[in-house]
T-cell receptor, first 113, second 115 residues
Framework: SQKIEQNSEALNIQEGKTATLTCNYT??????LQWYRQDPGRGPVFLLL?????KEKRKERLKVTFDTTLKQSLFHITASQPADSATYLC????????????FGAGTRLAVHP | EAEVAQSPRYKITEKSQAVAFWCDPI?????LYWYRQILGQGPELLVQ????????DSQLPKDRFSAERLKGVDSTLKIQPAELGDSAMYLC?????????????FGPGTRLTVT
């Protein structure tokens, strides 16, 4: 069955450093992949979408890569700030579904001053 | 900026009672989703509507859960009877149709506690 794996352990980094989060998937060839941010007690917020024919996408301090051979996406936050502390979710569309997403469990990022 | 509205934000109920959640999607969004999120996990799709029609309810426990979107706008998710294992965050999301439809907009969620 289709599976998404994200680091279950929290990522702790110092302010100003680059945070890198990983999303791996199996048994799947998605047409695109999405990243969402979720703060405690709130709904997820869409950040970026990257398509299978795109290797890299950027938005301000965010960068996402998509390696369809490795079946992996990397999510980078450069010059991280304490306000970037949140859980980051990776999501892929399920085969045969109309924009039906399957989400990873998320990785919690903590940026320390 | 348009937002997805949900109510109530918090609900505490006893097991075997009925509970209902309401969602008002962003105006003009034809697709509406209900997700359940257990603490420490990602959201799991329960039901997806396209206008007033259900397009996917494969993960909805139909013996106790029901969902409707009668006029293709707002939606209600009901649980009857509630069980202890239903304690979770219930999230509603919406998206538009067309080539820009992939982004989903989530509401603030309803935190359900079943005692």
């Amino acid at each position: 069955s289709q599976k998404i794996e994200q680091n279950s352990e929290a990522l702790n980094i110092q302010e100003g450093k680059t945070a890198t989060l990983t999303c791996n998937y199996t048994n799947y060839s998605p047409a695109y992949l999405q990243w969402y941010r979720q703060d405690p007690g709130r709904g997820p917020v869409f950040l970026l979408l990257i398509r299978e024919n795109e290797k890299e996408k950027r938005k301000e301090r965010l960068k996402v890569t998509f390696d369809t051979t490795l079946k992996q996406s990397l999510f980078h936050i450069t010059a991280s700030q304490p306000a970037d502390s949140a859980t980051y979710l990776c999501a892929l569309p399920l085969s045969g579904g109309y924009n039906k997403l399957i989400f990873g469990a998320g990785t919690r990022l903590a940026v320390h001053p | 900026e348009a937002e997805v509205a949900q109510s109530p934000r918090y609900k505490i109920t006893e097991k075997s009672q009925a509970v209902a959640f309401w969602c008002d999607p962003i105006s003009g969004h034809a697709t509406l989703y209900w997700y359940r999120q257990i603490l420490g996990q990602g959201p799991e799709l329960l039901v997806q509507f396209q206008d007033e029609s259900v397009v996917d309810d494969s993960q909805l426990p139909k013996d106790r859960f029901s969902a409707e979107r009668l006029k293709g706008v707002d939606s209600t998710l009901k649980i009857q009877p509630a069980e202890l294992g239903d304690s979770a965050m219930y999230l509603c999301a919406s998206s538009s149709t067309g080539t820009a439809s992939y982004e989903q907009y989530f509401g603030p969620g309803t935190r359900l506690t079943v005692t």
